[in-house]
């Protein structure tokens, strides 16, 4: 989650830890906490991973609200507009739809071999460029 809010929002400024959810192993728990990046605040709130696994991220924004899903499969992305059913709520949905997330390993192994084979550049959409192994 940490580096997904890092290539999405930028680098970190600071966490103020909550308090901590051992699940499988105890040297590595799950962390609650606050994550400050760029002036904004991100509250991570960790499941006990030995019930089920969970990996979603709600973004907040003054015009929209983005929701990543399903461990990263759907998006739904909801705009700001009058709601039709409740006077004064303003937040719509608009947009719900698949990633492309099941195709990342293939996409990455074919860019890969293309790349060994000289056939394209080497594909980095972290950093949004391409270029070279080093």
């Known amino acids: 989650m940490i580096d997904v809010l890092r290539m999405l929002i930028g ?3 600071s966490v103020e830890k909550i308090s901590l959810v051992t699940d499988f192993y105890d040297y590595a728990p799950s962390i ?3 994550v400050f990046l760029n002036g904004s605040r991100f509250s991570m709130m960790a499941v006990d991973c030995s019930y089920f696994t969970i990996f979603e991220l709600d973004l907040l924004f003054e015009r929209a609200r983005i929701r990543i899903l399903d461990s990263g499969f759907r998006i739904k992305i909801y705009n700001v507009a009058n709601d ?3 006077a004064g709520y303003q937040l719509n949905k608009t947009e719900d739809y698949p990633t492309e997330l099941k195709k990342a390993l293939d996409n990455a192994l074919q860019n890969i071999s293309n790349f060994l084979n000289g056939k394209e550049k080497l594909q ?3 950093h949004g460029d391409t270029g070279s192994l080093v």
């Open 11 to 13: 680098e970190i400024v």
């Open 124 to 126: 980095n959409p972290i």
């Open 84 to 86: 039709k059913m409740f």
């Open 32 to 34: 609650n906490a606050n």
